[in-house]
């Protein structure tokens, strides 16, 4: 079965620190990875998306991915955070299941920035 | 394009009272879903349909809970009784089914109190 996990409830950084959130996954065949954003009450927000191609995915807001597959790996990454990233993050995988449509998701990680 | 809407953004109700969430996907969007948010369980997948035809219904919780999509441009969630443990924030989402395109727009949520 497939499945994502992010082992961080909770990462603290340091405004114009660089910022690292985790993600694993585990699927039978290729991963299609996805990473969202979620500020307070509102939805989640697309932010980037690894399908195929270069494993270094740039997203919105100026937010990119690293796919590992050795690793099975999918980190959240910004070379320089802001107060303003601070949010709930999920990790998703594509469910190969039924339609294959559906998103497996994380059960999140909230990143606060302090200034 | 006004991305998905949802209404109504809050309700509060009592214990026992019919419940009913609208939502009005991405116009072009073939699958829509249902999501459930709280604190304890995070992100539930409720029910998914493609097409206007439910897919997987196998989130939905108990038989209270009903969920319909009589066309493309309009589903409804409906609760009926509803219990103080429904309380929850319901988000909808949409996606264009295509090889490498699986994200999904969510929409804001409703806030559900049932008191």
């Known amino acids: 079965a497939q499945s994502v996990a992010q082992p961080e409830d909770q990462v603290n950084v340091a405004e114009g620190n660089p910022l690292t959130v985790k993600c694993t996954y585990s699927?039978?065949?290729?991963?299609?990875l996805f990473w969202y954003v979620q500020y307070p009450n509102r939805g989640l927000q697309f932010l980037l998306k690894?399908?195929?191609?270069?494993?270094l995915v740039k997203g919105s807001y100026g937010f990119e991915a690293e796919f590992n597959k050795s690793q099975t790996s999918f980190h959240l990454k910004k070379p320089s955070a802001l107060v303003s990233d601070s949010a709930l993050y999920f990790c998703a995988v594509r469910d190969i299941g039924q339609a294959g449509t559906a998103l497996i998701f994380g059960k999140g990680t909230t990143l606060s920035v302090s200034s | 394009d006004a991305g998905v809407i949802q209404s109504p953004r809050h309700e509060v109700t009592e214990m026992g009272q019919e419940v009913t969430l609208r939502c009005k996907p991405i116009?072009?969007?073939?699958?829509l879903f249902w999501y459930r948010q709280t604190m304890m369980r995070g992100l539930e997948l409720l029910i998914y349909f493609n097409n206007n035809v439910p897919i997987d219904d196998s989130g939905m919780p108990e038989d209270r809970f009903s969920a319909k999509m009589p066309n493309a441009s309009f589903s409804t969630l409906k609760i009926q009784p509803s219990e103080p443990r429904d309380s929850a924030v319901y988000f909808c989402a949409s996606s264009l089914s295509s090889r490498y395109s699986y994200e999904q727009y969510f929409g804001p949520g409703t806030r559900l109190t049932v008191t």
């Open positions: 690894y399908i195929t191609g270069d494993n």
């Open positions: 116009s072009g969007h073939d699958y």
């Open positions: 699927v039978s065949g290729n991963p299609y």
